[in-house]
Nanobody
Framework: QVQLVESGGGLVQPGGSLRLSCVAS????????MGWYRQVPGNQREPVAR???????TYADSVKGRFTISRDNAKNTVYLQMNSLKPEDTAVYYC?????????????WGQGTQVTVSS
């Protein structure tokens, strides 16, 4: 069994920064791509950023130039550095990962962390 646990959310003023972290814990697993999604009540969950095992990154157009995704493979951790935050970035942010256990590869979600951008 593998768990993804996010941290780092909170309340920040417009123009401010936050850094989200997500740690994968368990035993005998391998992580492939990792990413972040976000969801506002009443809306669908949308992709924010993703990073492959080799470090290739992709971003939603709305966060390009402001957010940076990175990962530490030795720590089974993915980060999302969010700068120049806007009120429209307010959402619950979810960590997501493709993880292999034995011969199976499945998609896992964290429980989410709230990010609120407001003055």
């Amino acid at each position: 069994q593998v768990q993804l646990v996010e941290s780092g959310g909170g309340l920040v003023q417009p123009g401010g920064s936050l850094r989200l972290s997500c740690v994968a814990s368990g035993s005998d697993f391998s992580i492939y791509s990792m990413g972040w999604y976000r969801q506002v009540p009443g809306n669908q969950r949308e992709p924010v950023a993703r990073i492959t095992t080799g470090g290739t990154t992709t971003y939603a157009d709305s966060v390009k130039g402001r957010f940076t995704i990175s990962r530490d493979n030795a720590k089974n951790t993915v980060y999302l550095q969010m700068n120049s935050l806007k009120p429209e970035d307010t959402a619950v942010y979810y960590c997501n990962a493709d993880i292999r256990i034995l011969a199976s590869v499945n998609n896992y979600w964290g429980q989410g962390t709230q990010v609120t951008v407001s003055s």
